[in-house]
């Protein structure tokens, strides 16, 4: 194959992909939390709330800061899960859009203690990771590679109704010795804050494809 060809069909390859990426863009998934305002804030009232089951939380971030607490139970579907979400903050009659920012566990039990939730402004950017899916069947791979997968979630960036629930990579045109970088991640609306030059994923030369090429060589 030509060396014209060879690039022809490498874009070709690459704008399906990411038109494919466009059609199935699905938005970050979202998690209801319901809270009330703490009346008093300190340590002894912290102590005692946990007890209860709740969790203290603050919100900031927007014009104004909160304290409330959370019973623990509601966090199951936002922290204890590989999925990346946001939460709908309701308690006292207002209602925020808002993001994980810092959660607290203790070092013995591993209880959840604290969350620290930034609000969501409307039309102000966030900054969030967000997982990685691989898919697609390389090349590479099919000839004997080992694909490597560096990276879990990306560092993204930008307004939350543009944020897609995962990031797809393919890895359709991948050869031996070929990776994905984070320059060559490209979503809609979204800018990817990571080490543009941070391997997300290879596919690497095994054992089995080395001794094949040396074998083909002496022959």
Do not use: W
């Not at 304290?67 to 207002?94: C, H, M, N, S």
């Not at 590679?145 to 629930?165: C, D, Q």
């Not at 979503?187 to 095994?206: A, E, R, Y």
């Amino acid at each position: 194959m030509s060396v014209f060809l060879k690039e022809k069909n490498v874009f070709l390859q690459t704008f399906f992909d990411q038109l494919l990426l466009t059609l199935n863009f699905k938005r970050m998934k979202s998690v209801s939390i319901s809270g009330s305002l703490r009346e008093n804030v300190g340590k002894r009232d912290a102590k005692a709330q946990r007890a209860q089951g709740l969790v203290p939380c603050v919100i900031y971030g927007g014009k104004q800061q909160y304290q409330f607490v959370v019973d623990q139970r509601q966090f199951k579907d936002l922290i204890y899960t590989p999925e990346v979400k946001y939460a709908e903050v309701e308690f006292d009659g207002k209602k925020f859009n808002a993001i994980l920012q810092e959660t607290q566990f203790h070092p013995v039990t591993d209880k959840l203690l604290h969350v620290d939730f930034l609000e969501v402004v409307e039309n102000k950017p966030i900054t969030i990771e967000i997982p990685v899916k691989v898919t697609g069947t390389s090349p590479g791979v099919l000839r004997g590679g080992k694909l490597a997968k560096k990276v879990r979630k990306l560092k993204v960036r930008g307004l939350l109704e543009n944020v897609p629930e995962y990031i797809e990579l393919s890895i359709n045109g991948l050869e031996i010795n070929d990776s994905i970088r984070v320059s060559d991640v490209k979503v809609p609306n979204i800018t990817v804050v990571d080490n543009p030059g941070k391997i997300l994923v290879s596919v690497l030369t095994s054992r089995n494809v080395s001794e094949a090429t040396t074998e083909e060589a002496a022959e």
